[in-house]
């Protein structure tokens, strides 16, 4: 079965700091993918990123950089210079073929609080 | 020009009562879900449901159900509703090539607040 632990419930920094988010996930494919989404206080979640098993090459979109390492299963989401609009419920997921779900699981949550 | 939407947005209702939430895509996507928030932020899939195949979460009540006229409309409906069930509602929705296609994300509606009074 596949499990994604996000072991941060919450995350407080001040604006400018950077922080990092961290997603540890467990799976006996060898194929799956993996999920960032954010889900602002308005409430709709928010599709940030993909990345495949096979792809281990980081990622960087702007102030934001994930760092996928199979090694330690492991896709952490780090941003940079943190700012009050970053503040937000971020969610890993994990979804696996062709063996497995391609359903995807969801971790628990960080929250993330940012203060100006 | 929504790509997924969710009615209503807030639902309130009393113990006992049935409900629907209905879910519209346009995306012409092939498979739909439903994910059930609870007040701890935790998503959790309840269905998944394409032309060929309904896959249930074994822990959903058998009160949930999903109904499905077309390809791009998945509505749940719940029966008996109890206090438990206060939630947010999530519809979503993945083309025929999802996880794999690079461009292909979940898409997810902007959740229907249910509580159960």
């Known amino acids: 079965a596949q499990k994604v632990t996000q072991a941060q419930t919450e995350i407080s920094v001040v604006e400018k700091e950077d922080v990092t988010l961290d997603c540890v996930y467990e799976?006996?494919?060898?194929?799956?993918?993996l999920f960032w989404y954010k889900q602002p206080p308005s409430g709709e979640l928010v599709f940030l990123i993909r990345?495949?098993?096979?792809?281990?090459q980081n990622e960087i979109s702007g102030r934001y950089s994930w760092n996928f390492q199979k090694s330690t299963s492991s896709f952490n989401f780090t941003i940079t210079a943190s700012q009050v609009v970053d503040s937000a419920v971020y969610f890993c997921?994990?979804?696996?073929?062709?063996?497995?779900?391609?359903?995807?699981?969801f971790g628990r949550g960080t929250s993330l609080i940012v203060h100006p | 020009d929504t790509a997924v939407s969710q009615t209503p947005k807030y639902l309130v209702t009393q113990m006992g009562n049935d409900k629907s939430i209905k879910c519209e895509q346009n995306?012409?996507?092939?498979?739909m879900y439903w994910y059930k928030q609870d007040s701890k932020k935790f998503l959790k899939i309840m269905f998944s449901?394409?032309?060929?195949?309904?896959?249930i979460n074994e822990t959903v009540p058998n009160r949930f159900s999903p109904k499905s006229p077309d390809k791009a409309h998945l509505n749940l409906h719940i029966n008996s509703l109890e206090l438990g069930d206060s939630a947010v509602y999530f519809c979503?929705?993945?083309?025929?090539?999802?996880?794999?296609?690079?461009?292909?994300?979940?898409?997810f509606g902007n959740g229907t607040r249910l509580t159960v009074t």
């Open positions: 990345r495949n098993s096979f792809d281990e």
């Open positions: 995306l012409g996507h092939d498979t």
């Open positions: 979503a929705s993945s083309p025929r090539d999802f996880p794999s296609s690079y461009n292909s994300p979940l898409h």
């Open positions: 799976t006996r494919d060898t194929t799956y993918y």
């Open positions: 997921a994990l979804s696996e073929e062709p063996g497995g779900s391609y359903i995807p699981t």
């Open positions: 449901y394409n032309n060929k195949e309904l896959i």
